[in-house]
């Protein structure tokens, strides 16, 4: 202790003029890693040697007291300049760190670099000459305490000072010495916090004692009246401080505070006995009139948010001093318990047995610091027993055991830090045990990152981190598996495996991420809504670099800031530069985002920019307080702001000098309308402003004369229309979507210079004009010089602007440019509409043609309908006379080069405007189509069938591939008479599809970079091509402009192509650059055409030689050829790709070693590794063409799935350039099955079908053989698998059964018949895996074993699913799979593992034709044999009982059945009543309760999980297993609908219930009506109140209790739900609500929670207990139910008819306060006041279940009720038991409005 004293309180502070020569960095501002400042740049120091004296030293030259930690091994993390002192020793004594020993060589790395911990020189603060929470500053400096001066004193200031105290904010700074003037010297001057520091040194000051203030400036705070901390939150033991102020916070609240001192005791950190401190000593509170309402107060005033029970009976112990407080009456939101109504100090009644305790929430606003600013030393030192001193005991009196036993006390796991990282982020770290541990990251995720970062009081987690990214934590591991939902206060209320269960080391710590880096911003060098964007980082304000910055990344900036977005994202520091770190660079948000930090950037502080890059932005100010809603961005409804809302104007005078004052306030120009009659809608808010008079001169709206009250609706809101300052825009010295950018200002037409102009830029002018997009941005005066005056230069568009003037520019017409600069667009050539968006009329524009807006619609980019804009509506063109040379001037005045097609007859739909124009003859030189010859405008003989259409060339219509083969190479484009290439920046797949799809191929394999098909010679195109990916060409895809690029050859972009095209002929890879230009010329002949077409299609020709159909050796087409495949590598996946190339699903088998024979050709594939997923052989990884290593002995094979797709070749490839083995070698089965149907073959170019004359198994057995299947077994005869609809091809078939196809076979002729379709010859083969049986099981159910090879094998369970044992079930007649059962679950099988890798979509006719590895392919052992449990009956049934309850029948085997009892219980019963509808079971019944049945016992000894979804999932027998007889069988008591035939909550009184339940209104009819009323559907709570108390369920006709072994919160859940009640405060044990008298109808009852009611639940059986009632079960149910009625659908004329409004509820308040509402005649009405008091409220709450009411309220206190008012002059004596017992003026007889509903306040127990 002497040598802490000694470095705490002895120790002086010496501040140097060297001090700046050393700095903290990487922590918070009195810790980090220790940096000197040596030849001109920041080094570290390295820890050999590294110790507290070393740090002291340090600690003093920064100005500190002392140090309070040395720090190792780069603690706050690794420097990047040079390590400039190493080996450093001190003495203590030194002022400088550079005056100790060390060496100025080192052998260190950055990772030994040395931190300090220091203590702050002004830690100590206090309030003095108020009260607990406000008061006149004071700090502890040299010994003493001082002030601070109010210069610059504000709240930000006092939110440091109270939050350094532990409160959680400043209400008010005082200035002014507010609190009296202060003796002491004046410590602080000109403070100026941010609001974000720690404590107060850390603000901005004038350094300290240096003031120019007296002691009448002195500085005060209030502060928020409720601490976060119980405790100091100074890391000073609270035994140094000076004894004057240590519990200087201590609050008074409404009162004299004389009992504000509380403690629990004799129970836990958050439950106990309740005792306060008055006269120097701890007494207790007596519990009458003890309620929850007190209990709260209790727990508020320890730093709980709330509580959970008030107790009673001296629960947690008696107390030993004197009883101080009795009959206290807390309303709840009291500060304090001695606010609260008593009998006065230490006046009662009472003895200690009924001392009151309570049970607080788990999670208190904090008992100690939770966050990870506390250093481990001081929580170290904190919760260690040795700084407990006699002084530390004596302050906090109701501490009665040491510290860390105290803090303990609190919650489990309540103490959270973050170790070994920064401020928001580290390694967590809970406090267990006395010490700090570690979580393990199994199963960490963000849900559970949330937890921890919302208990360390951060708003969320940015991530969960994992594998120790924070370092190892060295302590225990103390949670594992942790699971939370995201939605608990602290860690320990998640799932976990238990305290220090886990199976993990450290290297798995886990970590989070907070948000909370970059939550403050600001800006800086410009306006209150404008400027240069800075974000506090590291205690320093930094700035953002504008790479990628844009208009998403300024919402964000701006919405942080508090407006509602951004009008500008600025660039190239326009407001200055910054002069601190760059702390973000590359952002890029979604737009979406609550604070910057949670966009992608290159992380904090890495960039590559200077400060002439800072970005910045300009927010939309709310200061003009004035809007347009409604309209677009120029127009609108108005709204004004005022008193926190929007409202609007009233259009009364309304008139265009308003409108223009507010256009101007908007900043546009003028107005061009003004709006009446709610044009722009219905405003919903306020109506503001009425009778506004303007002279036009106002620069606001509230200037003018108006009235401030109207008598107007929002049918009135008045609008304008502003004109914007540069809304007017055109095209200029071009076409209709292309030209020089030309802008109506000043009352002419002006350019627009091209310094920095780019396809951004032009973007924006296209969207204004109405096309979509931009695809060129044009420089240079390319469409002529313009004359009038330069308007705009230096533009700068982020892209997302709606005009240009929105875009940076230098100003209007402020210029260093000549016309010949002079800026143009290319626009994509489909407009959303030419014509200008804005409201400026057309007479104000200039006409350049009546007819010169032109689209195309109903078709695609570049064709379409030709639809002209005429009198403002589009309309369309008659194709009378229309020919290619009138198209072309279409498409020109579109933008294309011309016309490819001129379309007529509606080709692209008829539209349905006016028809402007017909007979168009035009000589083909005109710029627009109303230049042409034509009828005249609407002179037409034509109707909308006639409509004309165009298909218009492109820009870059002709792409080919260069350099490659035939779908892959070198991407190149035809623009301007020669061949270029594309870029590749941001070359991607998306590109690439558009290409290939330009191409005719299906899709692209490949985009490649880096001219990987060599260079190109011819322009560059394109560059930053940006395809989405569904556009038609390239040129629709963003890019920089045509030859717009910063490219070299090096860089062209290539495609691989899909190698199957949609055609052969021009526009696909397959041709040739020969052949392209061929194409392209007017001279190719068909002779030379056709010599280069064999060589189209590299590999896309496939067969299968020397087998059948579905099998034999692969080959392909090469070099004019058929050559073969080696079979190196050959596998499933190849052989997958072989048979779906050929028309079939998927391979069953890839083969090797020339098993359907050699073959003779070249050996044209080798090594072949397929993934499965290509379209061909080629597109697979392999050796090279005719590269190889192998002779025909290895030739490769296939077996592929025996029903193909089509067994056609796929290809394109003419039919006289296959190979010819058969005129009829095509076959397939149609209208069946995969191995069944009719007989079809194909010929001349169709299928046709077989006639069955002569039809018989010979003949089928070759279709069999010629399709792939062993044999056949059926052939069938007139149609029986539907009649064809071809020709029928072959009759009077006649095989001798060994021919290899049906074309061999004797026969009368091809499509020589005698024959209709009814007679179709059709199949039945036998298939490969067709015999397959359930082993080891039952019938049902059992191991998988198929039929092959002559024996019977296994299926592995790889992949085996329920769909897999669809198939098998089905294949062995069942109707559907229960179950897929993996891992041998039948046993092991002994034969051969015959499939593995199954994978059927569920459809399959059998298992061979589902996906598999390939026939005795595996790789598995008989542990994993596959087995099924198949569905025997879905039909199930109640027999001899009624709609929900019944004996059980079975449907089998065609008759119904019944199922014996033994073993019958409740979980068989739930799988029954759910498979028949309902809900659960009630009952499981035995004996034959519902008579006998008559038909086969079909199960016995079922036994279900009660999870089954049908009754044969369960174990059983075996069907037909049984020995039983008829009187065994069991029936069932299903849940009704609704479920509740009885009131279910704990509102309805004991005798109530009683009567409901009783015999004498148990009726003949209603006990009809109700045969199996839900058996424990009723619950109530007794002996204890309203919303607790002991469980009892009704039984047998009478109440019974549940035993409360395994009894728990989730049983507790179900019982307070079923009451009504959101859920439960606590499940309670050992009879505390006194024992029951009756049965105990449960035991070991086990929910989950979710049930509805407690029969739900696992239980032993009804009445099955080792029990007594001294462990009745209990609840405290949250105390506000959902709902105060019986929630029962019972019919009201089967309640007790003495009362017909005995159904009462209250509405418009809470639990147990509210109107008075009654049912009557179906509806619900409320209850006149005349003559209401609280004898009557009295009825109505006992009624409800209450004891007594509290009020009776009047004039309709809780609102007015909406049905019909049913009691009026209501007068009870007090002991009726309804409502309507008392005397009142009839029903529905009253004089009254709903403003007299009564209302009622009931006594809460």
Known sequence: MQLWWLLVVACSVLISGNAKLIRLAGGAGNTGRVEVYHNGQWGTVCDDGWGLEEANVVCRQLGFESASWSRTMAHYGQGTGPILLDDVVCDGSETFLTQCSHSDTHDCQHTEDAGVDCYSVLNNVRLAGGGGNYGRVEVYYNGQWGTVCDDGWDLIDANVVCRQLGFESALESKSSAFYGQGSGTIVLDDVDCTGDEDSLDQCRHNGLEEHNCVHYEDAGVVCSNTPNTLLPTTDTPSSLLPTTGVWNNVRLAGGGGVLNNVRLAGGGGNYGRVEVYYNEQWGTVCDDGWDLNDAHVVCRQLGFESALEGNSNAMYGLGSGPIVLDDVDCTGDEHSLDQCRHNGLEEHNCVHYEDAGVVCSNTPSTLLPTTGYITEELTTLLLSTSYFTEALTTLLPSTKVPIRLWRWRVDILNTVRLAGGGGNYGRVEVYYKGQWGTVCDDLWDS??????????????????????????????????????????????????????????????????????????????????????????????????????????????????????????????????????????????????????DQCRHNGLEEHNCGHHEDAGVVCQSNAKEIRLAGGAGNTGRVEVYHNGQWGTVCDDGWGIEEADVVCRQLGFESASWSRTKAHYGQGTGPILLDDVVCDGSETSLTQCSHSDTDNCQHTEDAGVDCYSVLNNVRLAGGGGNYGRVEVYYNGQWGTVCDDGWDLIDANVVCRQLGFDSALESKSSAFYGQGSGTIVLDDVDCTGDEDSLDQCGHAGLEEHNCGHHEDAGVVCQNTPNTLLPTTDTPNTLLPTTGVLNNVRLAGGGGNYGRVEVYYNGQWGTVCDDGWDLIDANVVCRQLGFDSALEYNSNALYDQGSGPIVLDDVDCTGDEDSLDQCGHAGLEKHNCGHHEDAGVVCNSVLNNVRLAGGGGHYGRVEVYYKGQWGTVCDDLWDSDDANVVCRQLGFEFALEGNRDALYGQGSGPIVLDDVECTGDEDSLDQCRHNGLEEHNCGHYEDAGVVCSNTPSTLLPTTGYITEELTTLLLSTSYSTEALTTLLPSTNILNTVRLAGGGGNYGRVEVYYKGQWGTVCDDLWDSDDANVVCRQLGFEFALEGNRNALYGQGSGPIVLDDVECTGDEDSLDQCRHNGLEEHNCRHHEDAGVVCQNTPNTLLPTTDTPSSLLPTTGVLNNVRLAGGGGNYGRVEVYYNGQWGTVCDDGWDLIDANVVCRQLGFDSALEYNSNALYGQGSGPIMLDDVDCTGDEDSLDQCGHAGLEEHNCGHHEDAGVVCNSVLNNVRLAGGGGNYGRVEVYYNEQWGTVCDDGWDLNDAHVVCRQLGFESALEGNSNAMYGLGSGPIVLDDVDCTGDEHSLDQCRHAGLEEDNCDHFEDAGVVCRVFDNVRLAGGGGNYGRVEVHYNGQWGTVCDDGWDLNDAHVICRQLGFEFALEGNSNALYGQGSGPIVLDNVNCMGDEDSLDQCRHNGLEEHNCVHYEDAGVVCSNTPSTLLPTTGYITEELTTLLLSTSYFTEALTTLLPSTNILNTVRLAGGGGNYGRVEVYYKGQWGTVCDDLWDSDDANVVCRQLGFEFALEGNRNALYGQGSGPIVLDDVECTGGEDSLDQCRHNGLE???????????????????????????????????????????????????????????????VCDDGWDVTDANVVCRQLGFDSAKEGNSYALYGQGSGPIVLDDVDCTGDEDFLDQCGHAGLENHDCGHHEDAGVVCTVL
């Open 447 to 596: 849900d559970d990152a949330n937890v921890v970062c919302r208990q360390l009081g951060f708003e969320f987690a940015l991530e969960g981190n994992r594998n120790a990214l924070y370092g190892q934590g060295s302590g225990p591991i103390v949670l594992d598996d942790v699971e939370c939902t995201g939605d608990e206060d602290s860690l320990d209320q998640c799932r976990h495996n238990g305290l220090e269960e886990h199976n993990c080391g450290h290297h798995e710590d886990a970590g989070v991420v907070c948000q909370n880096i970059l939550n403050t911003v600001r800006l800086a060098g410009g306006g209150g809504n404008y400027g240069r964007v800075e974000v506090y980082y590291k205690g320093q304000w930094g700035t953002v670099c504008d790479d990628w910055w844009d208009s998403d990344d300024a919402n964000v900036v701006c919405r942080q800031l508090g407006f509602e977005f951004a009008l500008e994202g600025n660039r190239y520091a326009l407001y200055g530069q910054g002069s601190g770190p760059i702390v973000l660079d590359d952002v890029e948000c979604t737009g979406d985002e609550d604070s910057l």
């Open 1664 to 1726: 099955e207990h080792n029990c007594r009632h001294h462990e009745d079960a209990g609840v405290v149910c949250q105390n506000t139910p959902n709902t105060l009625l019986p929630t029962t659908d019972t019919p009201s004329s089967l309640l007790p008819t003495t009362g017909v409004l005995n159904n009462v509820r209250l509405a418009g308040g809470g639990a147990n306060y509210g109107r008075v509402e009654v049912y009557y005649n179906g509806q619900w009405g409320t």
